[in-house]
């Protein structure tokens, strides 16, 4: 089963998209969830799986949820509110979870968008619109009921949690009358904008700044067998999503900083490219996981020729996640940030200094970085 690959343009960024068909070859990344705008040029190859971050602009004029609906291409507060889903889609949807293969982190995701001022990059947080307890209920009562009915009526007005104003619908979502429609498990995939200094989203807020336009980035770097983290600026991640892993992200399996001085980074999907893929039966995978070092990774990503994505996870076959060493963390780093580049004070306490000061420094691991203090 495959997740179809889906790239961010226009208005605002989008999450994965559904599970669909189409034909595979193989790529890998970092931490947490596949790439959702794949370039054409990297179609067909494999990648270690790595949260999500695409890239995108919103629309000019304000932040507000009807901006970014006029942006979204007409949606409208008026109409019906009432959407269907249907069962057959369900019982693909709960299919594709039990086969686990296109299933993908929902967690500390984010994207890139525009901020007030208009063709200004912004950065993004994936957060689901979910149906609220009675409206779930309902739901899976629908879903496992042998009755003859094929489609599930949501109330688009009373059925779902409340979102802030800012979120928005990600671009797969389908509309019925203007409204978003949830997919088959239920869920509105979305995004909201990490404002400056936001206290729910510090972590995504950390690893960018917005008066500088850059963020802090783990790459490769151009030595073969060497890793870099460096600013990009904002405007050369647009149309990407990205991986957000650190001190406080899913357990935090690449040792990166500590509960006293955390340490964040982004990691653009696809970046981490598999050099030989296992190929496409169990038993060579499961091999390739546990007895070669490119294999000691959170899982599999493949990019398909068609745009389509599968992500494998360990989890999926029965292997632990975290490892005690991991592949990313077998690699050397090197710090490449000259402060002089840039006009803007950092603050003292903003990892943007902390790396600044590090500016050439080399480290065997990515978990030996320490900053003085």
């Given amino acids: 089963r495959q997740a179809g690959g889906v790239r961010t343009s226009g208005a605002a960024p989008r999450p994965e998209a559904r599970p669909g068909g189409g034909s595979s070859s193989s790529s890998a990344n970092g931490r947490r969830c596949a790439s959702l705008s794949v370039p054409p040029n990297r179609r067909g190859e494999a990648t270690a799986a790595g949260t999500t971050f695409p890239v995108a602009h919103r629309k000019e004029g304000g932040v507000g949820r009807e901006g970014c609906a006029g942006a979204l291409g007409g949606r409208s507060g ?15 949807g709960r299919g594709a979870a039990q086969a686990a293969v296109p299933v993908r982190h929902r967690g500390e995701g984010g994207a890139l968008g525009q901020a007030a001022a208009a063709g200004r990059p912004y950065l993004w947080a994936r957060l689901d619109r979910r149906p609220n307890k009675q409206a779930e209920k309902r739901f899976k009562q629908f879903l496992y009921s042998l009755e003859d009915c094929k489609e599930f009526i949501w109330n688009f007005e009373e059925d779902f949690k409340p979102v802030p104003d800012t979120w928005i619908p990600a671009k797969e979502v389908e509309f019925s009358n203007g409204n978003p429609l949830p ?6 995939p979305g ?23 850059i963020a802090l980035v783990l790459k ?16 050369e991640l647009l149309e990407q999503t990205l991986e957000l892993i650190g001190t406080n992200i899913n357990a935090n399996p690449y040792g990166l900083g500590s509960r006293k001085q955390p340490v964040h980074l982004l990691v653009p999907h696809g970046a981490f490219e598999i050099k030989n893929p296992p190929s496409l039966n169990q038993n060579d995978i499961l091999s390739w996981f546990e007895g070669c070092s490119e294999g000691k990774v959170e899982g599999i990503v493949w990019h398909c020729r068609d ?3 599968i992500k494998l996870h360990r989890h999926h076959l029965g292997l ?29 306490k903003s990892l943007f200094h902390h790396f600044s000061n590090l500016d050439g420094q080399r480290f065997d691991r990515l978990k030996d970085i320490k900053f003085d203090g």
């Fill in 78 to 92: 008026g109409g019906c509110r009432r959407g269907a889903a249907r069962r057959g889609d369900a019982a693909a």
């Fill in 191 to 213: 995004w909201v904008p990490v404002e400056k200094n936001s206290k729910q989203y510090c972590w995504h807020s950390s690893v960018v700044n917005y008066e500088a336009e």
């Fill in 183 to 188: 997919d088959e498990n239920g869920h509105m």
């Fill in 320 to 348: 632990c996640w975290p490892l005690a060493e991991t592949y990313l963390n077998s690699q050397p780093v090197v710090v490449s940030f000259n402060r002089n580049d840039y006009d803007c004070d950092f603050g003292p």
């Fill in 307 to 309: 745009g389509c994505l």
């Fill in 220 to 235: 490769h770097h151009a030595d073969p067998g060497l890793l870099e983290i460096s600013p990009v600026p904002l405007a």
